[in-house]
């Protein structure tokens, strides 16, 4: 398979960069997929004889794993035996090159290797290098294998999700990884702004258990200052009422929000309840919440009596908030996710066009891109190599010593 030969347009903002994804398994190469998407030349370096875990993960498709064409986009890919001596002399001239280096090995992996911060920034001071594991660099448990359901756990995600009598509830999907990503795509622009006024690289150290404990909000606070523990609630909420799943007349699923008095008191009427609004508890979210069996019960019997279109019609109508429950193929066709090219479709040459997640966000003047989806393993060894300065006979020599 050939090469790709699209490159960043001009106007992606992070044309330029360079990124070296030495990450597996999700965290870190869904950062670099990040920076890939708004123009960063992202180099993906997997071992020669263990790719990246994530082309093996759920279904494939003629042999081809297809979360990897996603997790894989816009980058293009190579294979390096970092503990070989040939390994970590092509990886120290990649690096000399590069302005990121993402990577997740447990911490003095790198070093062992001679690879630590030591021997990289001192091949390129500017060079930002982003670690992000479980548990972060240092601490009782840095030296522990991480993953992101023990970030769920450990954070009180789980112990706060799920129904009050039920055990507690972790998300059947990358959570904690894909939060821990996002995250580290954000700590690399900032550590590469802070390098436009030092000129000097430096480390960002990640823990996954880290963003998954600060989007769960002020639970450290609350508990701090008042000793409040949040309980599991299943769908309900302690902020605000009524705020449930509510199932309607042809045996589909709504989801209704209140978090503001105004659209509470819509709710109310539209279902024929507007005496409701008149008890004293019904004056604040707090207190509503208190009162969630009889909000529930007003809301839920008047969702079940009519179908999820009419419910929809009407909310919208009311101006009160409220959205169907959807399964990915809902997704597919939601108009206003059609409208925004949230699903768009990528030209794959193993594949055909593939529908998936465009980038994140859209920006007026320098949008991002895909320009293409997860490469083979190894595709663009020979290319990245050469452009190194290696000759084809220095790659046939990495090739007969198992370096690539």
Do not use: C
Not at 17 to 29: E, K, N, Q, S, Y
Not at 354 to 366: D, E, G, K, P
């Amino acid at each position: 398979m050939t090469a790709p030969t699209a490159r960043p347009a001009r106007s992606a903002p992070l044309t330029g960069l360079r990124v070296l994804d030495l990450a597996t398994l999700f965290a870190g190469p869904i950062a670099a997929t990040m920076l890939g998407d708004f123009g960063a030349e992202v180099i993906k370096v997997e071992h020669p004889t263990r790719p990246d875990p994530s082309r093996g993960h759920g279904p494939s498709k003629d042999g081809v794993g297809l979360w990897w064409k996603l997790l894989g986009r816009n980058k293009r890919a190579i294979t390096l035996d970092l503990s070989k001596p040939g390994g970590r002399t092509a990886l120290l001239r990649l690096a000399a090159t590069a302005d990121v280096i993402v990577e997740n090995f447990r911490p003095g992996t790198l070093e062992r290797w001679d690879l630590g911060w030591d021997e990289l920034s001192a091949v390129n001071p500017r060079l930002v290098l982003a670690r992000v594991t479980g548990f972060g660099q240092f601490g009782p448990y840095a030296h522990r294998p991480g993953f992101g359901t023990l970030a769920e756990a450990m954070s009180g995600f789980a112990a706060m999700t799920g129904e009050p009598d039920a055990p507690p509830t972790l998300p059947p999907f990358g959570l904690a990884d894909s939060i821990a990503g996002l995250a580290t795509a954000y700590a690399v622009m900032t550590a590469l702004a802070a390098r436009e006024r030092t000129g000097e690289g430096q480390v960002v150290d990640m823990a996954i258990i880290e963003p998954m404990l600060m989007v769960l909000g002020p639970q450290p606070l609350w508990f701090d200052q008042l000793g409040h523990v949040q309980p599991r609630t299943g769908n309900r909420s302690q902020n605000n009422a009524p705020r449930n799943t509510y199932r309607t007349a042809d045996g589909t699923w709504v989801a209704v929000s209140t978090s503001a008095q105004s659209v509470a008191e819509r709710v109310m009427r539209l279902v024929g309840r507007p005496e409701l609004i008149e008890e004293p508890w019904f004056a604040t979210g707090a207190d509503r919440a208190r009162h969630a069996d009889v909000l529930d019960e007003a809301v839920g019997s008047w969702i079940a009596r009519h179908t999820r279109a009419e419910v929809l019609a009407a909310f919208e109508e009311a101006q009160a908030a409220v959205a169907p429950v959807q399964d990915v193929r809902d997704v597919m066709t939601d108009p206003q996710y059609r409208a925004l090219d949230t699903i768009t479709t990528v030209d794959d040459p193993e594949l055909g066009p593939l529908r998936m997640q465009n980038v994140l966000f859209r920006l007026s003047a320098t949008p991002g891109a895909i320009r293409w989806a997860g490469r083979p393993h190894g595709a663009d060894t020979e290319e990245v190599l050469t452009e190194l300065g290696l000759t084809p006979a220095d790659v046939k020599e990495l090739r007969e010593e198992g370096v690539v």
